[in-house]
């Protein structure tokens, strides 16, 4: 066959450059003939406690479920997130993680003929959704690394359907007062859906933090997206939700997967959620992690971006090359040119002693 199969997909998917994942441990084991053990990843911002007692136990039950389909509508774990938040069922999309709420507003926004706005340097997963579906990208340059809000609100055009923010942003750290926030919400016109990607949420001191769901009442053209695979340490089982206008909900809810989230997500999620112990302590074991490697850069002669999340993202000049030479010592970051930051590695913040590890290893790269 001559034909290259390729061609057969639109031009617009074609282009699409992939995701770049954090390289997993076995990958990096195979290939340098590492023991497992001895690997430290610190490359995809999961939490380095694992999870609670109480979400292992209501896995543990969940399992003896799994010959059956699970609840389409994930009624148990949309109760308890109606509580949480006060707000009605009927404005919670649940998605197979948030990723997957992203691409459901993609799909359902988003289209040849139209574009989204989102800024330098954000979460790689606004540009693959809006691409993947034919839509323009209005890429608003980033100012000291985090998002130009008000430049954001400006870029808005007649063909603009979505508009992306995170906060705290990936994989700069970067956060923006509710306060700001706000002020895009009453500036993007109501036909422009914001989506505010909080998948950090739990990482931010409380006085910090917005009470994003309370905006829903008065800006319905809102979808505020929140994961349990960050604080909450269920990265593996991929579940995270939408809350917004039920107008909208409903819209997501037709495009998803009729069980797009699995029964041992749905139960761990809910148990998870409850957990508010975990996530404290998540919090503040996280908060010594990034200290330790603020401090470590700073020891080291390296700048550093101020992090609101639960990784830093540190300035290591070549970082390609340096990316390698950590991985050759067993430890996986993440190198960032992707971003547009070919000078940066973004490191999670782990346990103490995968921090050390990562210093020790770093300090020793940079010498070679
Ligand atoms: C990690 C991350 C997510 C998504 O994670 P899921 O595992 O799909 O829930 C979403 N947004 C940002 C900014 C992230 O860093």
């Not at 061609?7 to 282009?15: D, I, K, T």
């Not at 997957?100 to 139209?114: Q, Y």
């Not at 739990?202 to 009470?211: F, I, S, T, V």
Request: hydrophobic share 40%; glycine share 8%; net charge neutral.
């Amino acid at each position: 066959m001559n034909m290259d199969l390729c061609e057969l997909s639109p031009a617009y998917v074609r282009s699409i450059a992939p995701y770049q994942p954090g390289k997993p441990i076995s990958e990096l084991a195979r290939e340098f003939g590492l023991d497992e053990k001895n690997i430290v990843k610190l490359a995809s911002n999961e939490n380095p406690r694992g999870i609670g007692p109480r979400t292992r136990a209501a896995i543990d039950a969940a399992l003896g479920e799994i010959a059956r389909y699970p609840d389409g509508n994930g009624y148990d774990l949309k109760l308890a997130l109606s509580k949480r938040y006060g707000i009605d069922m009927s404005a919670i999309v649940l998605g197979n993680g948030s990723n997957d709420v992203l691409e459901l507003v993609s799909l359902a926004f988003l289209g040849p003929g139209r574009s989204a706005v989102f800024s330098q340097h954000a979460f790689a997963v606004y540009p693959l959704a809006t691409q993947a579906r034919g839509a323009r990208a209005i890429v608003v340059p980033a100012k000291d690394y985090g998002h130009d809000l008000e430049a954001m609100a400006k870029a808005v055009d007649e063909d603009t359907y979505v508009l992306w923010v995170a906060n705290p942003n990936n994989p700069t750290g970067t956060y923006a007062s509710p306060q700001r926030i706000e002020a895009l919400l009453r500036q993007v016109p109501e036909r422009v859906i914001v989506v505010l990607d909080e998948a950090y949420n739990e990482y931010l001191p409380a006085d910090l933090k917005a009470d994003s769901a309370k905006w829903l009442k008065r800006h319905p053209n809102l979808v505020v997206v929140r994961t349990f695979s960050k604080a909450y340490g269920l990265a593996g089982l991929r579940v995270g939700y939408g809350l917004t206008h039920p107008s909208i909900a409903d819209v997501l809810n037709r495009v998803r997967q009729p069980f797009n989230v699995n029964s041992i997500a749905l139960a761990a999620a809910t148990a998870a959620l409850d957990d508010m112990e975990f996530v404290a302590k998540s919090y503040a074991e996280n908060l010594q992690g990034l200290r330790q490697l603020e401090q470590g850069a700073t020891a080291l002669g390296l700048e550093y971006i101020r992090s609101f999340g639960n990784f830093v993202t540190i300035r290591v000049g070549k970082a390609a090359d340096v990316y390698k030479r950590l991985l050759r010592r067993g430890v996986i970051v993440r190198p960032v040119g992707g971003y547009e930051l070919p000078e940066h590695l973004r490191v999670t913040s782990g346990t103490p002693d995968e921090n050390e590890t990562f210093l020790a290893a770093l300090s020793a790269s940079l010498k070679e």
